[in-house]
């Protein structure tokens, strides 16, 4: 989400959280003023700290594993621990317990979770199955 415009109409829908590609300062101003949860988009550690600034309540790092994956979250979580940060951007199933290790409240996957064959192919099961693996996985990280 990159514009208020659309940012209020998603909100007027009924949408109870909104995520950004990139810091947005204005769909964060609209999303506080509505009171709806922002996740919003940053990479660097001067645009994650922009955000958090602006009002987002989590700070959707990416493409978190070109940067180096959870060390890099665990590198920039260090002089800003006070910013809930949280991956997306090549997380996988073996790689989401590091990300937990590095101290993100939760993760955002795509490709690995919801495999294009399987879409293409309308293999459904296919998709719950490695939603069960990710919901499993996820306890197990959260709780060892």
């Known amino acids: 989400m990159t514009s208020a415009a659309i940012c ?8 109870v959280f909104v995520v950004t590609p990139v810091f947005k300062a204005a769909v964060i101003e609209v999303c506080k ?9 940053a990479l660097t550690p001067t645009e994650i700290f922009m955000a958090c600034e602006a009002g987002a309540d ?10 180096g994956g959870a060390a890099y979250l665990r590198m920039v979580h260090e002089p800003l621990p006070h910013i809930p940060l949280t991956p ?9 317990a590091d990300y937990f290790k ?3 409240p939760f993760v955002g996957a ?10 293409d192919s309308g293999d459904a099961g296919a998709i719950t199955e490695r939603a069960r693996q990710y919901v499993a996985a ?5 709780n060892p």
């Open 8 to 15: 209020s109409e998603v909100i007027d829908a009924g949408s």
């Open 33 to 41: 003023r509505r009171d709806v949860c922002v996740i919003a988009g």
């Open 58 to 67: 989590v700070v959707k790092v990416f493409p978190a594993k070109a940067m």
């Open 88 to 96: 997306t951007g090549g997380v996988t199933l073996e790689s989401l």
């Open 102 to 104: 590095a101290g993100v």
């Open 110 to 119: 795509g490709g690995d979770l919801v495999n294009k064959k399987a879409i």
């Open 138 to 142: 996820i306890r197990a990280a959260r």
